[in-house]
Nanobody, 119 residues
Framework: QVQLVESGGDLVQAGGSLRLSCAAS????????MSWYRQAPGKQRELVAF???????QYAGFAKGRFTISRDTAKNTVSLQMNNLTPEDTALYFC?????????????WGQGTQVTVSP
């Protein structure tokens, strides 16, 4: 079965950096789109960034210039480098795998990793 396990969340001061990682198993990693989402308390889950199977990337406006998504197909991992963090970045960060399947389950989620940014 597909498993996504996030790690790297922590408490950091404003202006600091964090690198989140998501390890995927049970999926043809080289063929799936991978995304990072986040959900702050009382808010809806929102897309942070995604990376296609060939490495093309897209970012939400708040992430452009500060966050970088990357994937390592050899290690079946996707990472999110986050720089210049602000308290508004405080959220639970999730990775998502999009298999593109129309027959079996298409989307898979990890359990999330907490990022807390103090002023």
């Amino acid at each position: 079965q597909v498993q996504l396990v996030e790690s790297g969340g922590d408490l950091v001061q404003a202006g600091g950096s964090l690198r989140l990682s998501c390890a995927a198993s049970g999926v043809a990693f080289s063929a799936v789109f991978m995304s990072w989402y986040r959900q702050a308390p009382g808010k809806q889950r929102e897309l942070v960034a995604f990376i296609t199977s060939v490495g093309n990337t897209q970012y939400a406006g708040f992430a452009k210039g500060r966050f970088t998504i990357s994937r390592d197909t050899a290690k079946n991992t996707v990472s999110l480098q986050m720089n210049n963090l602000t308290p508004e970045d405080t959220a639970l960060y999730f990775c998502q795998a999009d298999t593109g399947s129309r027959i079996t389950q298409r989307y898979y989620w990890g359990q999330g990793t907490q990022v807390t940014v103090s002023p």
